[in-house]
């Protein structure tokens, strides 16, 4: 076991990284005209407006919070009054509330790639996979919240922002040691959102590179009527 736990937990995330950002780069410089979204609305409108609206909340509250909850230093929640018990309860709270209304969406949209005929037929097995896989990690990681709820102290959410903040620091053997003895499924949760980053630059997820931030400054389009 602690041979799997250094694979999965000390190295895999650093070979996962490099795939992410190097794959990412070579993507975009050689194949721009595959670097979009690959909508299917067109071929099919019916509830897909919902279903997306429910998923990009949902996702986008979902990695703001996982954000906070492993990237931000506990010394921060301690400076803001927040003890660890408390900031569990918060990432339970939160989390199963956009959790839902991620898994609302998501449930529509794989219905959607798995049984429309129209669609199934123009979706790639990359297009399909990377959905699935999004799904059972949403999944999996609502079924953490349950889990969750048998150690209300806050131990576990202290040993995996401990994992996260050693390994941004480079430091694997001490984060190891942190996430060697939880529970298997947070293990799961974890190993699956590292595959992500893998996949991510063979997917359509690469369009969240180019999120439209320069969309809120833009300048005014002058639109006349035709003389």
């Not at 736990?5 to 996962?16: E, N, Q, R």
């Not at 410089?29 to 099919?44: A, I, P, V």
């Not at 429910?54 to 927040?82: R, T």
């Not at 063979?202 to 300048?219: E, K, T």
Request: charged share 15%.
């Amino acid at each position: 076991m602690d041979f799997i736990d250094t694979l999965f937990f000390g190295i895999y995330p650093y070979v996962a990284s490099g795939i992410f950002f190097l794959g990412s780069l070579l993507r975009y410089d050689r194949e721009q005209y595959s670097w979009k979204t690959g909508s299917s609305q067109m071929l099919s409108s019916k509830n897909f407006r919902i279903a997306n609206i429910f998923f990009h909340v949902g996702i986008i509250a979902i990695l703001g919070g996982h954000f906070a909850g492993l990237v931000l230093p506990w010394e921060i929640w301690h400076a803001l009054g927040i003890t660890m018990p408390v900031k569990q309860i918060i990432a339970m709270g939160v989390g199963g509330f956009f959790g839902v209304i991620c898994f609302i969406g998501m449930t529509m949209l794989v219905k959607r790639r798995l049984f429309d005929p129209r669609i199934k037929a123009n979706s790639s097995l990359m297009d399909t996979g990377i959905l699935v896989l999004i799904y059972l990690q949403l999944i999996v990681g609502m079924l953490t919240i349950f889990v969750s709820t048998g150690h209300m102290d806050g131990a576990v959410m202290y040993n995996l922002m401990s994992w996260s903040r050693y390994l941004l620091t480079f430091r694997p053997e001490q984060a190891v040691e942190y996430i060697s003895d939880v529970h298997w499924i947070y293990k799961m949760h974890v190993t699956l959102g590292i595959t992500l980053f893998v996949l991510f630059p063979f997917s359509r997820l690469v369009h969240i590179w180019s999120v439209p931030v320069q969309y809120v400054r833009r300048s005014y389009q002058i639109v006349r009527k035709r003389a």
